[in-house]
Structure formats: C-alpha cells, structure tokens
C-alpha cells in the first residue's frame, strides 16, 4: 500500500471525521465535496460518536490474503447513531453471539499489514456495548 | 432514433482454458457472432472487459481485439462497469446504431480470469466494491451478498433452503446447456453442505471463476433484409441505472434500486408489462442475488422471491423462467463477457436455437445485469420479429 494513499485516509480511520452538510445536516463519511441530499458544497468537520446498531452481519470463512490469518472473522453494517452507516469487522465477541439489531461501538485497531515489511494499517472495528 | 436487430451471436465454451489467451478467447466468440450473422465487416465494436489489466496485465483492448479480429482501422472501444461491463458494451453498442452513427457493430464481452491465483482473482474482483471503505476492512464479494442475505432472511423469513433452490435450478438449466463450465446438477444438500465461504453462503451459492467471451452483431432493423440466416431479433427497451457503490450507503439491503429504475425504464421504453415477458436472464452472481433480483424487477413482491423460487415459479416449465442458460451459478461467470452471454441466450431462445432448454412460445425476453453489490445495472428487453 503506498503510503499516501493510507495517510490520506487518516482522519477517517484514526478520528473518525466526517464531514456534516451545513445546509441540510447530511452527514458524508467518507468526506465529500458535494451534499447527495441538497446539492450544497459546504461541510463542517463533525467527529462521529462511533455508536449505533447492527443493521447486517456475515462470518467470513475464505477471505483475501491480507485477512488469510484472521479467518473465519465476522463484517457487519452498523447505523451509527450520528446517521450514518459503516462496514467494519466485529470483534471481541464470539462468532455464535452476533445478533441483528445489536449495539456496537467503535474502536481504534489494527486492519491489515502490508506483507512482512510494509506499513501496518489501522483502523476501526465495531465492537459490543455490555 | 433507429430501430436496432441483433442478427448474430457467439459464444465459446466457458470454463478453465488454460491453452487460450484473453485475445484468442474473444476473437473465437467474436467470430462465432461475425459467421452467424452473415456480414462480411463490422463498422465498430464495443468490448465489455471488466479487469484485463489486473487478470492478466493487458489493457487497451480497443487495439488489440481490432486487429486480432481483422478488423483493421475501426473504432474499438473497451467498456467497463464492473460485472455489467458486458450488459454496457451491448447497450453502446444500440446506440451507436440506433444513432445512425454506424450500421454494423459488434458488441462483445471477454474475461480471462485464470492467469491469476484464487487471491488474485478475490483482489480484482473486490475492486468493484468500496476500496476504502469496505475492502480496506475485510469485505469480500461473497461477504457482501452474505450482508444482503442475512438482511433479507431476518426481515422476510427467506430460508437458507430458498437461497439453494436457485442454485438446484440453476445447475438443472445449466446441464441442459453445451457451453456451461459447470453442467453437472446439484442437490438442495448438496448446496448447504458445501464449504462454507461467506455464512449464509456457501461455494454452492457462489458463480465461479472462468474464462470466456461472448459476441453479438447489431444492425439497423431495416436492413435485416440482408441478413436471413436466422428469425430477427429486435432490441425494443434499454435501461441503465446506478447506485451507491458501498452497500452500506444504501437506505435498503434488501432490494436493488438500480435494477428496479433500468428495469422500469427498459419497459416502459419497449412498451410492454412484466407479464409480456416470456424469459429473463438475470445476475445471480450469488444465490441471494437471483432473489432480490427478480423481487427488484418486480417478478414478486418483495419477500416472495425465496418462495418462488422453491416452488419451482422460474423454472424452465414455471410461471417465469429465469436464467435459463444455467445463470452465472453453472455457465460460469467471465464477467465482463457475462452481459453479452445472456444476450446470447435469450436471443436463442427467441429463434427457438436452445435446443433441451428451449421455452415454448419465446417471444419477448429480458436480461438484467449488475455490477458490483448492485452499484450498476443494465437491463434489456428483446422481442422476436
Ligand atoms: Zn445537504
């Protein structure tokens, strides 16, 4: 992974920075430079809270190189309760105990490693609110 | 607007072919389309070729398949939307003709998928889906039709068993075809039981990795006259949705918005109902896909396509036949070649050529094809004349 393109992406990963539509309070994560909803060009920086339900989840069994080791993991979509919906893995609870509807948090982690001498990629997974 | 004919088809057998390149497996198809067709030259072409540059390292198909073909100086152009890259070469294609543009083109699709590894070919696939933001996090392809699965089983009820009758019937279709890569027929069990690759779906409820190309010649409907070796097949509707390219950015997991405005917009422009439609081909690039797919198209209400398909609805002999080419499930899924290879099947079925598959009474036939996790989508509607 070049390290520009994982640099440019820091402030989604590591702080969770969305961008809210100062017209119509849509909130784009990843950030854009257009509001899909009213057309406006002007967002301010809003810090997702990382917290919402699950929507869907699968256990991965066969997954790509970068995750051979991780395998079976578990990937889900959670409806942040900022209003926006996130793909992320599911981790520290076991693969029987995922429920639909279940409320999760996000949490800073390790991804993926880039083969034996390239950069370690973080991130965030979801992970269960007790 | 011209009205438009598809007077030749191609296709090669699909599967692992490891003696032919990404340029001898399109010429063969292509060809195959130029014999059927009668014409002595095509005017333009238009290839539908999703990753050529990542499966085998070879871009610039314009320029390659031209010349590989014979064809010399004319205008070539290689088309992409991921797994619809097929269904957007044929529609180019259209409307090039219909334009005035040109008269004879061919619109063709080709993959060559095996030059690469199973992690190669896990990593050019996923670029159809959000690099950043679902990949980067460990998203595969079968992972996200798993999401779209799991959603619709816990809003509908959809049973793991509905999700293997489509294969059961696909693989069924699929031994009545020459061409397939899997012809062989599979059990409800058989589906289930198989290695699990994304829960709820199994390598079962997965199309497979293939080589192949598929090919079709367009002219003018008024210069059929020329061209008689077949029953003319008129192009009569053509729609072209897309999506967001992230399934989580969508409001719904459970239906395909993109399918469902390409499908309206495909009849409303031939003209005719869902129930003039005597066949579809659809993407069931996963089980769960041929479901939400002919729910999209509105075939049934939302929910009742895992019961239509146990109760045998899209069958060759049901109420609507879907995929009866043995789908992605068991011709294989070269996807770029996809689109242009059910274009080749109802246009078959249409002249009454599929042989142990053939449908009585084919007038009018659709295909839907899609790309990513729903992010595109192109829908035709063909009607003999
Ligand atoms: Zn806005």
New binding site residues.
Partial sequence: MFPSRYWREIPHRYRLEAGK??????VAFPRRLV??????REFETFKLKGEGELLTYTVIHVGPSAFVDDTPYALGIVKMDDGVNITAQISDIGLDNIEVGGRYKIEFRKIQSDGHSGIHAYGYKFIPIR | MRDVAVIGVGMNKWGELWDMSIRDIFTEAALKAIDDSGVDHIDAMYIGCMSSGLFVGQEHLGSLMADYLGQGNIPASRVESACCSGGLAFRSAYMDVASGMNDIVLAGGVEKMTDVGGDGATYALATAADGEYEVYNGATFPGLYALMARAHMERYGTTRKQLAEVAVKNHDNGSKNPLAQFPFKTTVDGVINAVMVADPLTLMDCSPITDGAAAVILCPADMIGKYKNHPAVKIIGSGHATDSIALHSRDDFTSLKATEIAGKKALQMAGKKLSDINLCEVHDCFTIAEIVVTESLGFFEPGQGGPAAEAGDTRIDGKIPINTSGGLKSKGHPVGATGIAQIYEVVSQLRGESGERQIKNAKVGMAQNMGGSGGSTLVHILEVI
């Fill in positions: 539509c100062t017209g119509c309070g849509f509001c899909p909803q009213c057309g406006q």
